[in-house]
């Protein structure tokens, strides 16, 4: 089944922690990103990449930072979470940024205490 | 940046009804896309509609560029059509970045 998987589903972490949340796809998606979702502001691009080894950052990239080492693994990298960046974290990939066939992964809740 | 507008923010619907939900963006772009997400948190793509117009079951989208808007027109509603609608366009000169709306939070009722 074609999918995004994202990993944990639920994060509960203590300021300062380091954490890595996952993202694998498995349809040879050149492109790859993630998003913040917040109440009222809804979703808000962190990162995304091109293709491996090529990242650029969106409109909040703060506090991230992310990797793309083989194509289908893309991971967010917390150095060191506030709880600022408590969030529902999305994941997605598609074939390339201008095509159909954007996939997003189930999410992670994420809460830093 | 680019900004998008979704009108209106919530919109609640008897079961069968039709609805026209509407995405204003303020600059030219090169890709726009439709999602859903449902009452469980999941996104799924709707369209990619740049221009033009397409349909798919009970869903339909129109987006005229030159005017700088899109139209998602749902028809005989469903209760299983509810949740968010996004909409999410990405600018022109080489940018690669995807910009959503705040979007159009739905309720079917019975």
């Known amino acids: 089944e074609a999918q995004v998987t994202q990993n944990p589903r639920y994060l509960i972490t203590v300021t300062g922690k380091k954490l890595t949340v996952t993202c694998s796809q498995n349809?040879?998606?050149?492109?790859m990103s993630w998003y913040r979702q917040d109440p009222g502001l809804g979703l808000r691009q962190i990162y995304y990449?091109?293709?491996?080894?090529?990242?650029d950052k969106g409109d909040v990239p703060e506090g991230y930072k992310v990797s793309r080492k083989e194509k289908r693994n893309f991971p967010l990298i917390l150095e060191s979470p506030s709880p600022n960046q408590t969030s529902l974290y999305f994941c997605?990939?598609?074939?390339?940024?201008?095509?159909?066939?954007?996939?997003f992964g189930s999410g992670t809740r994420l809460t830093v205490v | 940046g680019i900004q998008v507008e979704q009108s209106p923010p919530d919109l609640i619907l008897q079961e069968g009804a039709n609805s026209t939900l509407r995405c204003n963006f303020s600059d030219s772009v090169n890709n726009l896309q439709w999602f859903h997400q449902n009452p469980w948190g999941q996104l799924i793509n709707l369209f990619y509609?740049?221009?033009g117009t397409k349909q798919n079951g009970r869903l339909s989208a129109t987006t005229v560029a030159t005017e700088r808007y899109s139209l998602l027109y749902i028809s005989s509603s469903q209760t299983t059509d509810s949740g968010v609608y996004f909409c999410a366009v990405r600018s022109g000169a080489g940018s690669y970045q995807l910009t959503f709306g705040k979007g159009t939070k739905l309720s079917v009722i019975p």
């Open positions: 349809m040879n998606h050149e492109y």
């Open positions: 997605a990939s598609s074939p390339s940024p201008y095509s159909v066939g954007y996939t």
């Open positions: 990449s091109m293709n491996v080894e090529v990242t």
């Open positions: 509609i740049p221009s």
